[in-house]
């Protein structure tokens, strides 16, 4: 009970340590923005430290994203994490990566996840916290500038952002429910051409899930769940909204249909279970609002997990 009660005092210090009069103006700080996924409920370590352990084995996982195929120079996402229960099975570890590539900017972001589990009820509740770095790199050299002289293209921008953030994950066999903060610094440029972080509570980011499982037969199951992606900033407020449905045949086919709301896309998802440790799975964001008429080609997104030395039996199955 002192370890819970340690893990939930770390949570709520940020809330009650938002520092007043220093937050930025819009043009001096660095939003490095958060890369949208479409199969983010195969691997809830991306957007939840907390999920970490979770699956019961050393879980991997690999992602390949094309967002907005047909614009030049479109963001192209990679992530790869490991995550895995320790012996205890109450303590979690885990590490991802991400890389992204959006017009001239190349940034990428390691990040180590630590969940502490306790049983409640016919499930499990997890507090997580994550810590690391992301790296930006923006070469403004290939640009074709109408004044090759223009002070504001004449450094490139370099950055190097550590940060931290937390959640909070409840599941069972039948539902889950999370919410986290991937960040709870911010950065904004000094005359100095350089960086400084301060802390804002009106900058967070809240992402809060949850999901059930409804069985019909052992042949034939349905999966829905909700996200949204919450900012508290004047400027930004509900940022995502995504409503999914997956249907799930055999324990070995799944396949859904995402709503999300926020940017007029329809997303279908394609998933295969080869077997108790690998699954494959595919997705297709297709626009029909506004950028509909700008990428015809919409977004794709390529996923691969392998849970190592999995002790999940067919019988028992793992759907969150």
Known sequence: MTKIRVI??????????????????????????????????????????????????????????????????????????????????????????????????????????YAYNVKMGQGKLSFGLKGGVDISNTDYTGLALADPDDPLFLENGKYILPNFGAGIYYYTSKFFAGISTPQFLSYKKNGTNGVQAFHSFNNYDFILTAGGLVTFSELFKFKPSVLVNYSLEETKKLTQMDINGNFILADLLWAGLSWRTTEDV????????????????????YPVGSMNT?????????????????????????YF
């Open 294 to 318: 700008a990428s015809k080609g919409g977004s794709v997104e390529f996923v691969l997990r392998y849970e190592f030395g999995s002790k999940i039996s067919a019988a028992n199955p793992r």
């Open 8 to 113: 939930l005092f770390i949570l709520i210090i940020p809330v009650f340590t938002s520092v007043q009069g220093q937050s930025a103006s819009d043009s001096k700080e660095i939003d490095l923005g958060y890369p949208v996924y479409s199969q983010y409920l195969q691997n809830g370590l991306i957007i939840n430290p907390a999920y970490a352990g979770s699956r019961g084995a050393l879980s991997g996982f690999i992602s390949y994203r094309i967002q907005w195929m047909g614009i030049s120079n479109a963001p192209v996402f990679q992530t790869i994490s490991l995550h895995a229960p320790m012996k205890n099975d109450r303590v979690a570890l885990g590490i991802m990566g991400q890389f992204m590539q959006y017009g001239v900017t190349r940034s990428k972001s390691i990040y180590a996840s």
């Open 266 to 285: 329809v997303v279908g998802i394609l998933q295969v279970q080869l077997n108790q440790q690998l699954m494959l799975g595919f997705s297709y964001d």
